[in-house]
């Protein structure tokens, strides 16, 4: 099965809104609603941020919301602030165990 | 806080072998299913394979699967994976990493071993 397809890079100025999108097909993203999504500074380990499309972990900021529609998820970032820019990946159950993840996207706050 | 250590990545000729391990602590480690993900230099992440709490189920990609071997160890709050036949393209940051409450979703994560497969 192929990764998830995500734009390679997003930008947005602070205090502004921004939505990154993941996009996979109906056996994965349009079949399950366990669509997750990780923050990666550089460097660092991956952070979950988003659970099974819209639900976040405590201690993530309610700027972090996510979405789905049909096969594609959505990543909406508001409020944008500086230490919001890393790598956002996406990633969804896709059946027989098995998880896919998204290429990533990387975030600059201009 | 739950802690996930990685260790035993470092270089290894391809063809080579290699036993990756993850101690864990802060949590009841017996009662989690636990995962191996990894990242190729400057790539994006790809799910290894899954261990269910009691290690009756196993779960690989098909990238991996027939080479690397998962296991744990409950009694020493231990996560390992065993890797074979190794690759130049099984060249990646390999992190330890929880199941979040059955949703397909992984947290927390180790800080990650490097295993370099090059002659």
């Known amino acids: 099965q192929s990764a998830l397809t995500q734009p390679p890079s997003a930008s947005g100025s602070p205090g502004q809104s921004v939505t990154l999108s993941c996009t996979g097909t109906?056996?994965?993203?349009?079949?399950?609603?366990?669509v997750s999504w990780y923050q990666q500074h550089p460097g660092k380990a991956p952070k979950l941020m988003i659970s099974?499309?819209?639900k976040r972990p405590s201690g993530v900021p309610d700027r972090f919301s996510g979405s789905k529609s049909g096969n594609t998820a959505s990543l909406t970032v508001s409020g944008l602030q500086a230490e919001d820019e890393a790598d956002y990946y996406c990633?969804?159950?896709?059946?027989?165990?098995?998880?896919?993840f998204g290429g990533g996207t990387k975030l600059t706050v201009l | 806080e739950v802690q996930l250590v990685e260790s035993g990545g470092g270089l290894v000729k391809p063809g080579g072998s290699l036993t990756l391990s993850c101690a864990a602590s802060?949590?009841?480690?017996?009662?989690?299913?636990m995962n191996w993900v990894r990242q190729a230099p400057g790539k994006g992440l790809e799910w290894v394979s899954s261990?269910?709490?009691?290690?009756?189920?196993?779960y690989y990609a098909d990238s991996v699967k027939g080479r690397f071997s998962i296991s744990r160890d409950n009694a020493k709050n231990s996560l390992f994976l065993q890797m074979n036949s190794l690759r130049a393209e099984d060249t990646a940051v390999y992190y330890c990493?929880?199941?979040?409450?059955?949703?397909?979703?992984?947290?927390?994560w180790g800080q990650g071993t490097l295993v370099t497969v090059s002659s």
């Open positions: 990493t929880r199941d979040f409450v059955l949703s397909f979703a992984f947290d927390p």
């Open positions: 802060g949590l009841t480690f017996s009662s989690y299913s």
């Open positions: 261990i269910s709490s009691t290690g009756r189920y196993i």
């Open positions: 109906s056996s994965d993203v349009g079949n399950y609603n366990f």
């Open positions: 099974e499309v819209s």
């Open positions: 990633s969804s159950y896709a059946g027989s165990n098995m998880v896919l």
